[in-house]
């Protein structure tokens, strides 16, 4: 239920569920053209968004995943449509582009690595012409293997420019224990991955795991149908469906949302009536309606509101008044009547009402009321909006300030963490009056507040550092921005984001030898685990790097909290009490011939009954030891 808040219709990506697990071939003249697809991206969105949304606004790098299982044949020629078409838009938007190809299938050898760099396009075509699907023929595949492939080599790593790109026609048979690993590399390297889909296989389905992923990271699944009809799903822009993409002709809010907020198993509330009514003695049902509120202000020209209600007799109960004490000044046409144009798209089967708000210049401002049943089982909401000027922002925590800083997106419970804003349009707003909110998905509760101040370093940024509640739960969160437009109105803005804070935390410390590896040297990396929880809990860690170099954990120190002596531990996994930390030393060991340049990453994954956490580290290899 809570997941619903995180996108609008998510439910439309998954389909309906089939039940036959069988393939079936689709014929190379059914109807496909990517060409009219990226035609019609650009005509909603805009050739700057589009480029935005594609990584194309500075130098890429583009890894294609592809599967090669036998069931492909028939659609790797559209495989090869849509990579063209993907080079036309990069060499458009006159960026420069390294081509990086994985393949999949299974079975497959994972003793093997089948990733491959390209320099150019050229030479990209000529081995995707000669790509034939050869193996596998069930409905699921090692799709989250190809992705590592993609995600290890060397130029992906490098780049702070990055899009993947996955064509399958299957669902993953491994992604359930890959996923996480994937988004955090993913989000670390700030790459987002797109999935184009074909239908052989499950052809209404989409792989939540797919899902997830394109959600957590920017990007978007494609569902290429039988008869070439497209279901896209995309956390950047909403859906992109009739009725519910929203892009605008100017910009759209693809960092944040004017708001959100869900309640899930909520009771019918009953009332005594002392013995009046039929039924139970001494009860009747009473039906109240429940309101949220919205802000809008001067920068919305417009804006779209998603519910999603339980049971579904209820979406004809669901209301949107406009601001009884708005500003009327700024309503033009059908909305200074009083009169809202607001255009009601409703869908039974994903028990959601869809309700759009547009005005000539700009919708009144001020709070408008959401209204619906109180005696709901479950109610979601979210808003998007579009604008000239659209205030916007991007969020994330950091451990500590200054140029180093790396994003953090999986933050702790009880731990010191620096919140960082970035805003956009940034001259339209008093940042004087900027605040920021933690918002609980659930129940839209406010767990946390405080002021913002300007980041030294970097325009249009902003930080205040805050320790997140430990008695708010893990069931996750937005940012809340606040603060007032120039002209004085008040703005409110969501993330489109959202955070899934831990009890347990994972810090990776201090690095010996300047990040780098030297021949036939070792290199430290601290390691730091705390227990926020209320309760004990079992931790195991494990280290890996991308180039399966030497590298051992050693056993733990633990530290208590007012206890100035430490304890050594020889165990992995080890006990830690409520406040308990546990230091570890991990040692990378070198081999005799590196290659300067090239770029290992550390991946260190700690497990515990309820979490599963993961940071990583770039090293880079050097050829000598410099002083």
């Not at 805009?46 to 594609?54: A, F, I, P, R, V």
């Not at 393949?103 to 003793?111: C, M, N, Q, R």
């Not at 080890?574 to 590196?594: C, D, F, G, N």
Request: hydrophobic letters at 35%; charged letters at 25%.
């Amino acid at each position: 239920g809570n997941m619903l808040v995180a996108q609008e219709n998510i439910a439309r990506a998954l389909g309906a569920i089939d039940g036959t697990n069988r393939r079936r071939k689709r014929g190379a003249t059914d109807a496909w053209n990517a060409t009219k697809l990226f035609n019609e991206f650009r005509e909603r969105m805009g050739e700057d968004k589009l480029q935005e949304l594609l990584h194309l606004d500075k130098k890429v790098t583009m890894a294609f995943v592809i599967d090669t299982s036998s069931s492909m044949a028939d659609d790797m020629i559209h495989v090869r449509e849509y990579i063209q078409q993907l080079v036309e838009e990069q060499e458009r938007a006159g960026v420069s582009a390294t081509y990086v190809v994985a393949t999949f299938a299974d079975p497959s050898s994972a003793s093997s690595r089948n990733d491959r760099k390209f320099k150019t396009a050229a030479s990209l075509f000529n081995y995707l012409d000669a790509l034939e699907p050869t193996l596998g023929g069930d409905c699921e595949e090692k799709t989250c293997y190809g992705m590592l492939q993609a995600l290890y080599n060397n130029n992906f790593m490098r780049v702070k420019n990055a899009a993947m790109y996955v064509f399958t026609d299957a669902g993953s048979k491994d992604c359930k224990m890959q996923t996480t690993t994937i988004i955090r590399i993913l989000q670390y390297l700030k790459a987002s991955a797109f999935f184009i889909l074909f239908d052989s296989c499950n052809p209404s389905i989409i792989d939540s795991n797919y899902v997830e992923i394109a959600q957590k990271t920017g990007g978007f699944c494609l569902l290429i149908r039988d008869n070439g009809v497209y279901n896209i799903t995309d956390t950047v822009n909403g859906a992109f469906e009739n009725d519910a993409l929203i892009c605008g002709e100017h910009s759209d809010n693809s960092n944040s949302v004017v708001g959100q907020g869900s309640e899930a198993d909520r009771r019918k509330r009953q009332v005594n009536t002392f013995g009046r009514g039929r039924g139970t003695p001494g009860l009747v049902d009473v039906v109240k309606e429940a309101e949220k509120r919205i802000l809008i202000d001067t920068s919305i020209e417009k804006f779209k509101v998603v519910v999603t209600i339980t049971p579904a007799e209820l979406l004809s109960k669901v209301r949107l008044e406009k601001p009884a004490d708005g500003n009327t000044e700024r309503c033009e046409g059908v909305l200074s009547n009083g009169e809202p144009s607001i255009v009601v798209n409703t869908s039974i089967a994903d028990n959601t009402v869809v309700m759009d708000v547009t005005a000539n210049n700009c919708p009144c401002t001020g709070y408008w009321l959401l209204k619906y049943p109180e005696d709901a089982a479950s109610f979601s909401y979210s808003v998007k909006s579009t604008g000239e000027y659209l205030v916007t922002f991007d969020s994330y925590f950091v451990d500590e300030v200054g140029p180093s800083r790396v994003a953090n997106y999986a933050p702790c419970l009880g731990i010191e963490e620096y919140l960082v804003i970035k805003l956009n349009q940034g001259e339209k707003v008093n940042t004087e009056t900027l605040s920021a909110k933690i918002v609980g998905l659930a129940g839209n509760t406010v767990h946390w507040e405080g002021q913002l101040a300007a980041d030294e370093a970097s325009a249009n940024t902003y930080i205040v550092k805050l320790i997140i509640p430990s008695d708010m739960g893990t069931e996750g969160f937005r940012i809340m921005l606040e603060g007032k437009i120039v002209d004085g109105t008040l703005f409110q803005r969501m993330s489109s984001n959202y955070f899934v804070p831990t009890g347990s935390c994972l810090r990776l410390g201090e690095v010996t030898n300047y990040y780098a590896l030297f021949p036939n040297k070792k290199t430290f990396i601290d390691v730091e685990i705390s227990n926020n929880n209320e309760v004990e809990e079992v931790y195991s860690v494990i280290c890996s790097n991308s180039k399966n170099y030497g590298i051992s954990v050693g056993g733990p120190t633990i530290a208590t909290v007012g206890v100035r002596k430490k304890k050594n531990a020889s165990s992995n996994p080890v006990l830690l009490q409520p406040q308990q930390k546990a230091l570890y030393r991990v040692v990378v060991q070198a081999p005799k011939k590196l290659s300067r340049g090239k770029t290992v990453t550390v991946t260190c994954r700690v497990t515990t009954s309820t979490d599963e956490l993961l940071d990583i580290i770039r090293l880079t290899e050097m050829e000598e030891r410099f002083n």
